[in-house]
Nanobody, 119 residues
């Protein structure tokens, strides 16, 4: 089992920045990748960014490229989402997810943290 706890959400004005954190505990030795997803009210959950735990390779949703970045601290078992130049359309609940083996998909999820961007 892996437990994920997100933090760092809040209310910010358009153009501002936030850093989300997701701390993992439990069977983290088998971590394959971690990611951030988001779900806006009335919309489906969408992928935002992913990082492979071993090599640190990342990928980011096209619509947030240049504004968002994902990073990790392996020693702290923590993944971060750095969000800059925030827009009202970035308002959503942001979820952290973990994949503990290649090909298994995202098998653990955090509880989510609300990000609200005011215009």
């Amino acid at each position: 089992q892996v437990q994920l706890v997100e933090s760092g959400g809040g209310l910010v004005q358009a153009g501002g920045s936030l850093r989300l954190s997701c701390g993992a505990s439990g069977r983290t030795f088998s971590m394959h990748a971690m990611a951030w997803f988001r779900q806006a009210a009335g919309k489906d959950r969408e992928f935002v960014a992913r990082i492979y735990w071993g090599g640190g390779t990342t990928s980011v949703l096209d619509s947030v490229k240049g504004r968002f970045a994902i990073s990790r601290d392996v020693a702290k078992n923590t993944v971060y989402l750095h969000m800059n130049s925030l827009k009202p359309e970035d308002t959503a609940v942001y979820y952290c997810a973990a994949a503990t083996a290649r090909g298994r998909g995202w098998d653990y999820w955090g509880q989510g943290t609300q990000v609200t961007v005011s215009s």
